[in-house]
């Protein structure tokens, strides 16, 4: 199951405390006690794997490693470990909830400025909490009138927010449609390795699927496949939150064409097509911007008239369209071409 959202506590290190301390050598009184470390940052890190959000869902907060405190003859406490989670690229981070303010020394700007972020890459660190500075031992606060000064600082308090970690997955190509009008199928056909699930009967997709495609001709070494995204079935309503397609629509948004799936059996595919169009524009009209494509499915299901019919109704919504059948290896080749155009 994809987790595609959550929610968890990041807390930073605290710095170590300074030492209070003095020589041991016979008449001298000199402080000697030594800076306490700095504690560890906590950052995102981006990596591929869409399902790295699965290990949150049990382990709700997260810390870094406290700094050490300092030691005799002014030696440094150790800086507190640093924490990285791994996150899937096309994670945003939003802060939810301040639990612990910045550390004096650096400004609220500099802390409140950090969210929202976004990770884009692979191997990307970002900063989520800083590290408190470790507290200056005894040592550093001799002069000239305290030749032997009997305090020192503590360590100051490492940042701590609640944040909300939400996949939105970067796809070039994003499957759309109702349920069951066999856009997993399609996904299938054209990325073997996808491996989405299918049967006949609405909401089998419960998660969004991804699969590569590789170009014709493409040098696998070198090249990158286009990804193709199978979103959830949307239903009319779901702009508003209704069925499965309301969670999964901000999954569409990152995708750079669409491909619109209506099946040829579908008692009014005209309103089927008109009513997600509707939903994807209550969510977010911008998404109608987006380079489109329409595909009359399983035309396997029904006559070549129907079909026919079924097509010329379409066209005056839609004229790039085209008639497929998972059965058909002609008109899979037809999509076949389609993307090694779109995508050169």
């Given at each position: 199951?994809?987790?595609?959202e959550?929610?968890?506590?990041a807390?930073?290190?605290?710095?170590?405390?300074?030492?209070?301390?003095?020589?041991?050598?016979?008449?001298?009184?000199?402080?000697?006690?030594?800076?306490?470390?700095?504690g560890?940052?906590?950052?995102?890190?981006g990596?591929?794997?869409?399902?790295?959000?699965?290990?949150?869902?049990?382990?709700?907060?997260?810390?870094?490693?406290?700094?050490?405190?300092g030691?005799?003859?002014?030696?440094?406490?150790?800086?507190?470990?640093d924490?990285?989670?791994?996150?899937?690229?096309?994670?945003?981070?939003?802060?939810?909830?301040?639990?612990?303010?910045?550390?004096?020394?650096?400004?609220?700007?500099q802390?409140?400025?950090?969210?929202?972020?976004?990770?884009?890459?692979?191997?990307?660190?970002?900063?989520?909490?800083?590290?408190?500075?470790?507290?200056?031992?005894?040592?550093?606060?001799?002069?000239?009138?305290?030749?032997s000064?009997?305090?020192?600082?503590?360590?100051?308090?490492?940042?701590a927010?609640?944040?909300?970690?939400?996949?939105?997955?970067?796809?070039?190509?994003?499957l759309?449609?109702l349920?069951?009008?066999?856009?997993?199928?399609?996904l299938?056909?054209?990325?073997?390795?996808?491996?989405?699930?299918?049967?006949?009967?609405?909401?089998?997709?419960?998660?969004?699927?991804?699969?590569?495609?590789?170009?014709?001709?493409?040098?696998?070494?070198?090249?990158k496949?286009?990804?193709?995204?199978?979103?959830?079935?949307l239903?009319?309503?779901?702009?508003?939150?209704?069925?499965?397609?309301?969670?999964?629509?901000?999954?569409?948004?990152?995708?750079?064409?669409?491909f619109?799936?209506?099946?040829?059996?579908?008692a009014?595919?005209?309103?089927?097509y008109?009513?997600i169009?509707?939903?994807?524009?209550?969510?977010?009209?911008?998404?109608?911007?987006?380079?489109?494509?329409?595909?009359?499915?399983?035309?396997?299901?029904?006559?070549?008239?129907?079909?026919?019919?079924?097509v010329?109704?379409?066209?005056?919504?839609?004229?790039?369209?085209?008639?497929?059948?998972?059965?058909?290896?002609?008109?899979?080749?037809?999509?076949r071409?389609?993307?090694?155009?779109?995508?050169?």
């Amino acid at each position: 199951m994809l987790i595609d959202e959550v929610e968890i506590i990041a807390r930073a290190g605290d710095g170590g405390a300074g030492l209070v301390a003095f020589s041991k050598q016979m008449k001298m009184h000199a402080p000697t006690g030594g800076d306490g470390g700095a504690g560890g940052d906590l950052y995102v890190e981006g990596v591929s794997d869409l399902n790295v959000l699965n290990q949150y869902r049990n382990q709700k907060e997260f810390s870094a490693e406290k700094g050490k405190p300092g030691g005799q003859n002014r030696r440094h406490g150790a800086d507190g470990e640093d924490v990285v989670l791994k996150v899937p690229v096309g994670t945003i981070v939003y802060k939810l909830e301040t639990i612990l303010d910045a550390p004096e020394e650096f400004t609220r700007k500099q802390a409140e400025g950090r969210f929202p972020f976004e990770v884009t890459e692979v191997d990307q660190r970002i900063l989520v909490a800083r590290g408190g500075k470790g507290g200056k031992g005894n040592a550093e606060f001799r002069s000239s009138r305290k030749t032997s000064p009997e305090y020192a600082q503590k360590g100051l308090a490492g940042e701590a927010f609640k944040v909300r970690l939400e996949l939105r997955l970067i796809a070039d190509i994003g499957l759309i449609g109702l349920p069951n009008v066999g856009k997993s199928s399609l996904l299938n056909e054209l990325t073997p390795k996808a491996a989405a699930k299918v049967a006949n009967y609405e909401f089998t997709t419960l998660e969004p699927n991804l699969g590569a495609y590789w170009v014709t001709g493409a040098d696998w070494e070198r090249d990158k496949p286009v990804i193709l995204a199978d979103i959830p079935g949307l239903i009319e309503g779901a702009a508003e939150g209704k069925g499965l397609g309301h969670k999964f629509l901000r999954h569409i948004e990152r995708t750079k064409v669409l491909f619109h799936c209506v099946a040829a059996d579908s008692a009014d595919p005209v309103a089927d097509y008109k009513a997600i169009r509707a939903e994807l524009t209550k969510y977010n009209p911008e998404l109608m911007k987006k380079e489109e494509y329409l595909f009359v499915t399983r035309t396997d299901t029904v006559s070549p008239e129907s079909v026919a019919k079924t097509v010329k109704a379409m066209m005056k919504l839609n004229k790039r369209i085209t008639a497929i059948s998972i059965y058909d290896d002609e008109s899979l080749d037809s999509v076949r071409s389609l993307l090694d155009e779109i995508t050169e």
